[in-house]
């Protein structure tokens, strides 16, 4: 499913590829999820393409964040821990054909791993969010354009709450 929300369209050809699973062993996994409707399948005729498209269906959307109380959060922050998840095999996979390959330097580099913690005011949260939105319009743009190598993009940032801060919430919230 998280493979899907990045996507918005796959035919199981595309799914095994980028799975690393083959096609005949995604079909129980994609009926499933077209019976429960987290999928919806596009007949070839519908698309213009060869195969069935699988698409998100109405059960994939999580219901928008409440803006006055916050309700829905979690499952957006649920949703985020299953793409880190997901991104964290891609990363693994991708290490073991990148080992004994000399990195490329600068901007030709292939991957670039960056985990900062530091402490932005509110200026500096506004200017991360808006060079994530430019990020996501190069990433919109590749996909569209489908040219060159395909490439995992993640990019997180949140408060980072101790342990202690968290426990403390959700006492209070008791």
Known sequence: MVLMAGL???TV???AELSGRTAQSLYPHLEAL???Q???VQEPQETGKRSRTYVLGPAAALPPVNPQTGIGNSERIELAALMLHDSCARLRRYGTIAEGIPPKTGAEREHVTLSELTWLDEDRRARVNALSMEILQIIREGRAQRTGRRTNVIVFHFP???LREARKQRGAKR
Do not use: I, R, Y
Request: proline share 0%.
């Open 13 to 15: 050809q595309e799914l």
């Open 34 to 36: 077209v019976a429960a």
């Open 160 to 162: 980072d709450v101790t």
């Open 8 to 10: 918005k369209q796959a």
């Open 38 to 40: 987290f999928l919806v």
